[in-house]
């Protein structure tokens, strides 16, 4: 018979996965740990997911016939596969009792591409450096090449569905956070909403046509 390799993880494996490493050393009879789980799910989503979508994929995790402890696809578990189906059922019907769930100010998405980057407008500088951007908004950057060079990426999706990445380096001999829009998108809306979401400062664009190159 051919051997064809293993069959692929199902879509809910990452978010299984990133929940169980947090319940390694938790104790699942204490009765606040759901609780603070739901409260990390809604307000500080895991792998670039809504709430919408966690909630969507643990609910299949679920209703699937997969091991959710699996040995050869998640880390091993200290709690039973019984344990673990429970714990994360308690945390759905959790999150059904909290809707409606509070609408984020930001959350971090995929990135986008370096075409995308390259192409899209600069709206400001954060006179910040990287480290202490991630520290303020608890998001972490990307390192990706992009004109060449490897630089540290964060998009994040804004409450309105508006996207802005963030780029440093950005340009030579500077260590603050560039702040990019899409084209189509008006620079003054796009800052005032980028500082009132994340509480970041935001130095103005240079007069003039807003700059594009990265030098």
């Given at each position: 018979?051919?051997?064809?390799?293993?069959?692929?993880?199902?879509?809910?494996?990452?978010?299984?996965?990133?929940?169980?490493?947090?319940?390694?050393?938790?104790?699942?009879?204490?009765?606040?740990?759901?609780?603070?789980?739901?409260?990390?799910?809604?307000?500080?989503?895991?792998?670039?997911?809504?709430?919408?979508?966690?909630?969507?994929?643990?609910?299949?995790?679920?209703?699937?016939?997969?091991?959710?402890?699996?040995?050869?696809?998640?880390?091993?578990?200290?709690?039973?596969?019984e344990e673990v189906r429970a714990f994360l059922g308690d945390v759905l019907r959790r999150m059904d009792a909290a809707r409606p769930w509070p609408v984020l100010p930001f959350?971090?998405?995929?990135?986008?591409?370096?075409?995308?980057?390259?192409?899209?407008?600069?709206?400001?500088?954060?006179?910040m450096r990287e480290f202490d951007v991630t520290d303020r908004i608890r998001k972490v950057f990307r390192r990706g090449v992009i004109d060449g060079r490897e630089r540290s990426v964060l998009t994040l999706a804004l409450s309105s569905g508006m996207e802005v990445t963030l780029v440093t380096p950005w340009r030579k001999r500077s260590r603050h956070v560039a702040v990019l829009v899409r084209d189509n998108e008006r620079i003054p809306e796009a800052r005032h909403e980028f500082q009132e979401a994340t509480g970041l400062p935001l130095d103005r664009p240079p007069c003039g046509r807003a700059s594009r190159r990265f030098r």
């Open positions: 018979m051919e051997d064809h390799g293993a069959s692929p993880a199902p879509a809910w494996r990452g978010l299984v996965n990133a929940v169980l490493y947090t319940l390694l050393f938790a104790d699942l009879r204490d009765r606040e740990l759901a609780d603070r789980c739901v409260r990390g799910l809604l307000t500080e989503p895991l792998l670039d997911l809504s709430p919408e979508q966690e909630y969507a994929l643990l609910s299949d995790a679920l209703a699937s016939g997969g091991r959710l402890t699996d040995p050869e696809r998640s880390i091993p578990q200290p709690h039973s596969e959350r971090s998405v995929p990135p986008w591409s370096p075409e995308q980057v390259m192409a899209a407008t600069f709206a400001g500088s954060v006179p």
